[in-house]
């Protein structure tokens, strides 16, 4: 088991910047894959970032690719998300998820390719 715990979330003006954290306990942090995801209101919970469980390499939805870093630090037991140039269409609550590395892919993107979650913490963006 391992639990996550995201902070970090808040009110932005587009253009601006925020970043999100996520504490992890339990079993240990370097042995899953970890990422992001998030939920716009009406809308279907989305794939946004993943990390390998070294933190040298990274994958990212189109949606985001420039715009946003995942990056962890194994010693804290925490990855975070920073996201800039922040577009009103990125508010939605955003998920810390962790994924136990059975293969090595970086690629999976699906919710059920994740075995643990976040509550979740909410992103708003204003025009």
Known sequence: QVQLVESGGGLVQAGGSLRLSCAASGRTF???????????PGKEREF???????GGSMYYADSVKGRFTISRDNAKNTVY????????????????VARVDYDGSLYYTGRSDFQYWGQGTQVTVSS
């Open 30 to 40: 370097s042995s899953f894959i970890m990422g992001w995801f998030r939920q716009a």
């Open 48 to 54: 946004v970032a993943a990390i390998r469980r070294s």
């Open 81 to 96: 998300l920073q996201m800039n140039s922040l577009k009103p269409e990125d508010t939605a609550v955003y998920y810390c």
